[in-house]
């Protein structure tokens, strides 16, 4: 930089929060760059960064709930939870998406040609042997 100040890297948690109140727009973009010490065109990346990530939130549970929730009917939390686990197995393993060029997340991620993000298993942990003979079943082990 030819100023000579050295960059600083803002935690997730930071750029969340400056973000949103940037969404909730009772402040101006300068007004949070003064208030937090952030250039206001880096708050509004954030503010945009945020609102594209929450379109592609709501588009995925909005697929959540029509094509499994609603049409399943769960009677229990833990048919619930074993449902979404064989639903999400075929959303990201069987199911072509437009967004992908009709292809699986999975198979964009193996390939490594961008998007998806690895995320822990924290339902086998809370389901215990019931959701691993569920997976096991499904051949997703």
């Excluded at 969404?23 to 250039?39: A, D, P, S």
């Excluded at 708050?43 to 697929?63: F, H, M």
């Excluded at 999400?88 to 040609?113: C, I, K, M, W």
């Amino acid at each position: 930089m030819s100023d000579g100040k050295k960059r600083t890297v803002h935690s997730a948690e930071f750029k969340a929060k400056v973000g949103m109140e940037a969404v909730r727009g009772v402040k101006t973009l300068n007004e949070i760059g003064q208030q937090y010490g952030v250039h206001p065109v880096v708050v509004g990346q954030w503010k945009k960064e945020l609102i594209e990530r929450a379109a592609t939130v709501e588009r995925l549970w909005r697929s959540v709930k029509y094509e499994e929730v609603y049409l399943k009917g769960y009677g229990t939390v833990t048919e619930l939870t074993l449902g979404l686990v064989e639903y999400f197995a075929f959303y990201n393993g069987e199911r072509p998406h437009q967004s992908l060029d009709n292809r699986t997340p999975n198979t964009v991620y193996a390939d490594g040609q961008g998007g998806g993000a690895r995320i822990p298993d924290h339902v086998g942990v809370r389901t215990g042997q019931r959701c691993s003979a569920a997976i096991e079943t499904m051949g997703v082990a």
